[in-house]
């Protein structure tokens, strides 16, 4: 006990002394608050106005305070709408101004009074949100109410919002940490409380009220999974009355489709009578123009069909070269509600849909199709995906199925095959071999109606490829094409299967999937990696038509080109042309030497990615923590860093290109300092104090800012400039302008989210450059497009189908003109067309205020 008092002290003794100092000089700084709203409370007894208010010599409002209640409110009425019966809810306060004196921190959050791990409390839901319920009572949705809260006595308040004295307290309870004023104003009763609310059942939770009272300021209130989110309103916004409603003036257009579904299926490639190459990806059928020669680049153009509302598995070309038989897949919709398989029989040239067979008939989904070749057509034979893979004819005029039948044995080893003139038939399998069926008279008489049984017999063979043959094709001079899978080799054959000429494609193209003739000489090819390429024997081929073969996450635009860059788990790096409809350039990573390590990155993928202001050089997050920055020029890695061992999420360069932030799901923003054409990076800080894994984060116009969100619907702010530090008061940072919005919680977007919705229903979300519209990337296959701001709970939109599974991404390019998005699954890269008001083409585009699954043919503009 002696040594405890003496020059020895430990340092809990002096972290004693300093707390105690601290709740010494908060009690002051209480003192002054409940003198200032005792005296604000007696203003508003006397029915005084903000103007008399600021005349009996209460300090005016500062900067960062809101605007008055709007025209036609008293100023003790609190506004709130309320919408209920889902878990999204929305809640408008509006408190007397102006603030009362002594108020340093603003309104604190209406979530009580737990703190976050930094000592302050996020505007969003997380741990700060674990004390409140979800929203309950009752009353008709969108009810308007004008609140008037009782008169109290300026004795009342005080009482009311006294709480002990830090003096008081035992010793032993300084060693907690110490509250903030806003904290301790929470601790004390509320004005709300007193009316006789029930806390469960009222929308805003217990500290709705008490979370503006101090600061008088003006806020939006929205729930997600039972958690409030409090999101403070612009000064410049009076009545949110003010704001734009209904769905924006401009539309989209889809223009290109990046890709082609080579993977995983077979017989995906036609040319039709037009000369136009049909084939498909996700839900839109694909009907491609070359441009230039033989085995020359890219151009022409596309046109897609988009009547199914799932991904299409197979096609069929009719023998008038004009219709196409598409089938799809079943699915679910976004209420989990099943979507049957079925096939559409439509017209290539006006894209209109002429017939739907077998809606309810199919299991699963539709694996194979094909038109009746000696009646013109007449007929179409399904086979579905079922167990049993039932085939079933149709009558394509009138829709009706005309028989069925269960294939009991899959083919498993013979992938392809093809008729030729002669009624032969050449059948490729698994084994790389080349079989010649023909014709032949048995010696045995049939029984009961008498005459020779024909059938068929091998009568030829041939060893063609290495590894399984995947595609047949039969040329229009008679001899036959055949693709190998192992090998990559596309042969020629003559008559009596002698190989005529052959070449091999490149192998970071993959194998050969189909082949289908063109026009002359010409050829095309897809291939296992979902390339599409254009050539003949001769000369050689090369691509038209490129993607990307798994899962697909990251993607940002360049700056000041119409040039984009995607990655996802294929662990291809892509730059691609907006313009010219083309790759730029990808790299592999899987082959990748990079400066910190010389293994290869066989495991590790591109999550996300932000070009640097001067458009010189990208950075690209990992799955690993791991992080890189690439010349856009010379494709070079010449930065190469780690944060952590968990997945990098998001990673954002400021506007005047000095800083790099990374959000991790480490919970971690890791800023850092970056040279003028970004080649060169050092760690500047870090931004603690999220509680859960960043999902978003944008910069401020003056590079001195972030805005971010995360897993547990936090929204926090930061002072970059000043030293990583979080902004406690996060009211001041209403009126703070924004360089990007991508940030999927926030005032100026928070209408985006729909009803019921369980806060992963939104993946991205990007805010034009003109600050007019806002695009959004959901969990139900859809592309919407909003006006910006979106501060009206449930805004219509207008709804965009074409994805056949999670839309991951969004970003608008550099001048606004195109819309870039990213299927999840489907591995799509959807390049649209942002149409104006007064923008021409078809205006089929309905509004929707929920995600919808009807259709994509009416969705189609």
Request: proline fraction near 7%; glycine fraction near 12%.
């Amino acid at each position: 006990m002696d040594g405890a008092g003496g020059p020895g002290k430990g340092p809990s003794h002096e972290a004693l002394q300093s707390l105690s100092q601290r709740l010494q000089v908060q009690e002051k700084e209480m003192e002054l608050v409940k003198a200032a709203l005792a005296e604000a409370l007696r203003l508003l007894r006397l029915q005084a106005s903000p103007t008399s208010l600021q005349d009996s010599g209460m300090p005016a409002p500062t900067r960062d305070s809101s605007p008055a209640a709007p025209p036609g409110l008293p100023p003790t009425c609190t506004l709130s709408l309320v919408s209920r019966g889902t878990q999204t809810e929305t809640e408008v306060e509006m408190e007397p101004s102006p603030g009362p004196p002594g108020l340093s921190n603003g309104p604190p959050d209406p979530q009580g009074g737990s703190e976050e791990p930094s000592g302050t409390q996020s505007e969003g839901g997380g741990s700060s949100s674990s004390g409140t319920g979800s929203p309950g009572g009752t009353g008709s949705p969108g009810i308007l109410r004008l609140v008037h809260p009782p008169q109290r006595s300026d004795t009342a308040r005080r009482n009311s919002s006294s709480s002990s004295s830090p003096s008081e307290r035992p010793r032993q309870k300084l060693s907690r940490k110490a509250a903030s004023s806003a904290n301790l104003l929470l601790r004390s009763g509320s004005t709300e409380s007193r009316c006789g609310k029930d806390p469960l059942s009222s929308p805003g939770g217990p500290g709705s009220r008490r979370s503006n009272y101090n600061l008088e300021g003006i806020s939006v209130k929205m729930f997600l999974r039972g958690r409030p989110i409090t999101m403070y309103i612009p000064s410049g916004i009076r009545s949110l009355e003010e704001l734009p409603s209904g769905p924006p003036p401009e539309t989209l257009s889809l223009d290109w489709v990046y890709g082609y579904r080579g993977r995983d299926s077979r017989s995906n490639l036609f040319v039709l009578r037009s000369g136009e190459v049909v084939y498909f990806i996700a839900c839109v059928v694909v009907l491609y123009r070359p441009g230039g020669g033989p085995g020359g680049p890219g151009g022409g153009g596309q046109r897609h069909y988009r009547g199914h509302t799932d991904c299409v598995r197979c096609l069929a070309v009719h023998p008038d070269g004009v219709r196409v038989a598409s089938g799809q897949t079943a699915g679910v919709d976004k209420d989990g509600k099943p979507l049957q398989p079925v096939v559409h029989v439509w017209d290539s040239e006006t894209l209109l849909k002429l017939q739907e067979i077998g809606l309810g008939a199919f299991e699963r989904g539709v694996g194979a199709l094909a038109f009746s070749v000696a009646d013109q057509g007449a007929f179409l034979c399904v086979v579905d995906d079922s167990n049993e893979h039932m085939l079933s004819v149709w009558d394509c005029s009138r829709g009706t199925k005309l028989a069925e039948i269960k294939k009991y044995k899959k083919p498993k080893f013979i992938p392809c095959f093809v008729f030729l003139p002669d009624g032969d038939i050449l059948t490729g399998d698994s084994e790389g071999n080349i079989l010649t069926w023909g014709r032949s008279v048995s010696d045995c008489k049939t029984p009961g109606r008498g005459g020779a049984k024909e059938t068929y017999g091998i009568v030829a063979q041939a060893h063609a490829h290495e590894g399984s043959i995947f595609a047949l094709c039969l040329r229009r001079d008679g001899t036959v094409l055949s693709g190998g899978g192992r090998d990559r080799r596309l042969v020629q054959w003559g008559p009596g299967l002698v190989a005529l000429q052959e070449t091999e494609i490149p192998e970071h193209f993959g194998a050969v999937r189909a082949i289908a003739e063109g026009l002359g000489s010409e050829l095309l090819v897809g291939t296992t990696k979902n390339a599409l390429l254009r050539g003949d024997l001769a000369q050689g081929f090369s691509p038209v038509i490129q993607g990307h073969t798994d899962e697909l996450w990251g993607l940002c635009t360049h700056p000041f080109q119409n040039r984009f860059l995607t990655c996802g788990h294929d662990r291809q790096l892509c730059l691609w042309d907006g313009e010219g409809h083309a790759l730029a350039w990808s790299i592999d990573l899987k082959k990748g030497i990079f400066l910190n390590s010389p293994s290869l990155l066989s495991q590790e993928t591109g999550l996300c990615a932000d070009f640097h202001p001067s458009g010189a050089a990208v950075a690209v997050g990992l799955n690993t923590g791991r992080w890189l920055v690439l010349d856009t020029e010379t494709r070079e890695i010449v930065s190469d860093f780690t944060d952590g061992n968990e997945q990098l999420s998001v990673v954002r360069y400021s506007p005047d290109g000095l800083y790099l932030a990374i959000g991790s799901h480490d919970n971690m923003i890791y800023i850092y300092s970056v040279s003028s054409d970004g080649a060169k990076s050092s760690r500047f800080g870090r931004c603690v104090g999220h509680s859960s894994f960043i999902t978003h984060l944008d910069w401020s116009k003056d590079g001195n800012f972030i805005m971010s969100n995360s897993g547990d619907y936090e929204i926090l702010y930061w002072d970059v400039a000043g030293g990583c530090k979080l902004l406690r008061n996060r009211y001041e940072s209403r009126d703070r302008e924004w360089a990007t919005y991508t940030c999927v919680l926030g005032f100026h977007v928070y209408g985006v989210w729909p009803d019921g919705s369980d806060g992963t229903d939104i993946n991205s979300l990007c805010r034009s450059h003109n600050e007019r519209v806002v695009a959004v990337a959901d969990d139900f296959c859809k592309v919407h497009l909003f006006q910006y701001p979106c501060a009206r709970a449930k805004a219509p939109s207008l709804v965009y189908g074409g994805h056949g599974s999670h839309v991951t991404s969004v970003r608008f390019t550099h001048d606004d003109s195109h819309l870039i998005s990213l299927g999840g699954k489907d591995a799509s890269i959807f390049q649209w067309r942002v149409l104006g008001a007064g923008g021409a083409g078809p205006a089929l585009v309905t509004p929707s205020r929920t995600p919808s699954l009807s259709p994509a043919s009416s969705l189609d503009v």
